[in-house]
């Protein structure tokens, strides 16, 4: 068994910019660049996606992977093309494909019974359990001394608004004071006392799962939302900045200041609607809502006025959180004066879950309680991810190319100003936007066809979530692609 | 690699009622019965709760197992005690423990690759994704064409009531009608016409998750509630039986007919309140809520009234589903005219779900979707689980076992009527009342104390939730142990 990281030993010759340089991948006998056959979905996809058809609605579906084939950052279709994958699943493959150190995570006895002797976690944990959620996640915790373990991002967001409700009934109610019989009674019926009008408050903009209880405070896009039923639940304006940030710094002061006014006046007006806000959720870059950023400041602020109104705090880093921005969590970024309540990840970390305060765990038992809570398989292939991460030191490795990438996309939108602006983001966590919607998956699309998959959000946004082991010659070939797509564009 | 399902070739003597008999156990090497050395939880499970109470609130954790020594339906803990399992954490291990056939699905390169490489399915699924959406669970299907993954049982009945929501709302609008911009303006800000008013109607009892959506409709016990707001839709009666259920017919088919009318009272008055029902959600059996029955007529009926009322009916199959009735889906012993809407599932399949029909497709792609959307890892267990079930013939061990279970119980509320009363359930999937709430908790813990493991649900309730390979002698082990631990009751 190989228990440290494969060294990055593979020397490469790829072809750069007419130069033949050498490059060290760190997934060894990675391809040298796109290879594309077929236009992409080729034949066999659009077979594929016809026999799926038969079966579910599978419009949104792009084409058919070959993952037995797919390497690294690169993923291989079911033609046979090769596309570098600037995308990764949705954000959610932090060492590509088929890393060697993952693919020996259950060369091993104990871990294969762990994977399938998937035991209900709240009730009967395995010997090893404890020492996992200390040895794995609390040791990336962000000064978080709990942690909650659940199985996707919806779930996480969802189970943690309930903490937030019951934290917030705990203060109002007192410490240790029991249900009255009319709280037992009426929240059976879905009626206040018990089931109390309490609310959540997001941003326009937002993406944080599409659940119900989520999905309320969901407003990325119509078509998540449309025929669904939700809750009056308020919704304030998270900035929206003037780029480069480096020359409206006073209109982007402004616009923290407007935004963080609505949300103390939402908090008012909700409070005296009968329907107190029990806490915050927020991303740290608004991320399917088109990858919209706000200050420190702005953070620093909202933390305060959460606190003043006694809201919980929650930064949902599901899709920010494992690193792509050059921090293990991006609100790390953000100098809070203390941790947030809560912090929510799911994606890159494989398995759901939390991280939060004392105040936020429940005096009591089964209130946040499912069958699996988490899954220990799961947690193997995250606790491997993370000794990748620090012996290759990919948070490192995300900056420096987060460097060349953005200084790339920076001088791309220069060249093309009427193509592309605002180019933004932290590490390779990186997004632009287009002139308009039809030009941005029009861009989207002729990367892809040139073996280069990114993806859009927003409106007019185009979004980069490569893997960690994304490196600069990686970000070479991105820039080199996305140069010769936009000359291209009538 | 052995891709048949292991034979029964272990031939063990067990003592039963004093005499010693052959019995085969359908997983070889099985313990010849429990083994307690220890209170339970023992010093070593209450050092580790100890440790995980550092971590999160973990008081519902009974005790503390040891997954790589149990086997089959023996759970051995961190102590060495070995106990029989006839809860399977919470009724989701269809093999047991460390079946053999399942230690071997990863001995095998596309698998494991598959387990590693988990892609985002509703973009970028792999090639042989729809084969085996076909070949593995539309070949179980309850005749419904369709078929959507989820991770969980939660997700999958949150996902199923959005396309209920949106079926609904198609047929208001007709077929290919789109949104107006009314509708997509305000279902961003959770308002009506885009968020529309719609319910869903659940029972007194029920449970169908703990995400918000579904907590609505989740009626078993106030703690799970308590504090969390929740949507005012209709809740009706599920029918109470009077047993033995052969004594009393006349009164449990009006007590069905009772609890119809006010389902459909509830379906006109919501509507004329303005929050339509979209649909039904039921349980073929209430489990968490205490295992409460309801009749083949009185499902006929509900299903007629739903019709009537254009609202799709959800049979919730979660905890039922996978085979522990004696048929895969428990629903499939009511002869419905046709079949539900959508059928949901998790637990004892591993991956989460819901079979559909084509009235229940969105029309549109994004509507169901998340980053997941499921996990082929999952796929790969369930698929080599339904081969076990197949070649075993475990449908049949279930009916057999489940035969000699429940005449063993009904025995023995004859013997102690004081004690308990209302034995009832299909195949193995049977509960029972204790004459209260304290000694339901004592008996629980006693036969605990002895290696049994069983499970609480409703206030006064035991239920029974063994693997499908617990055979005759398991049943008479747990039988002559809560003979004894009845004869012992004060």
Redesign the interface.
Known sequence: MLSKAVKPSVIKNIINKGAVRTVTSLVPGEPNGPSVKTEIPGP?SKE?IK??S???????????????K?LGNY?VD?DGNVMLDAYT??S??PLG???PN??K??NN??N?????????L??????D???K??DVL?AVSPNL????TM?????SN??A??NL??A??RNERGENVS?TEE???S?????AP??????ILSF?GAFH????????TT?S?????????????P?AHFPQYKYPLADNVRENAEEDKKCLAEVEDLIVTYKKKGIPVAGIVIEPIQSEGGDNEASPEFFQQLQRIAKKHGAGLLIDEVQTGGGPTGKMWCHEHFNLETPPDIVTF??KM?IGGYFHNLEM????????????MGDP?KML?VEEILKVVKQQNLLDVVNKTGLKLKSGLEQLQNEFPALLNSVRGRGTFLAMNAANTKLRDDLVNRMKQKGIQSGGCGEISIRLRPALIFQEHHADIFLDTFRQVLKETK
């Open positions: 066999r594929l026999e799926l038969a079966i579910q609605q599978s419009n949104a579906v792009q084409f058919f992977a070959d993952y037995e797919s993923i079911a699943q949705i959610s493959m494909y088929n890393h993952l693919l995570v259950f006895d104990k294969m019974r762990t994977l399938i002797n998937r035991p209900a709240g009730v009967f944990p395995g010997e359990w404890p020492k959620l200390k609390l001394p709990n942690v909650t199985m996707c991002g919806s779930c969802e189970n608004y309930k409700f019951i917030y009934r249900f709280e037992n009674a929240c059976m019926i879905n009626q018990g089931a109390p009008k309490l609310s326009h799962g599409r659940t119900l209880g989520v999905l309320a407003h896009k119509a078509i998540h939302k449309l025929d669904i039923p939700s809750f009056d639940w919704i799911s994606k494989q765990q429940p005096a009591t038992p089964y209130r946040i309680f499912n069958t699996w398989g292939i």
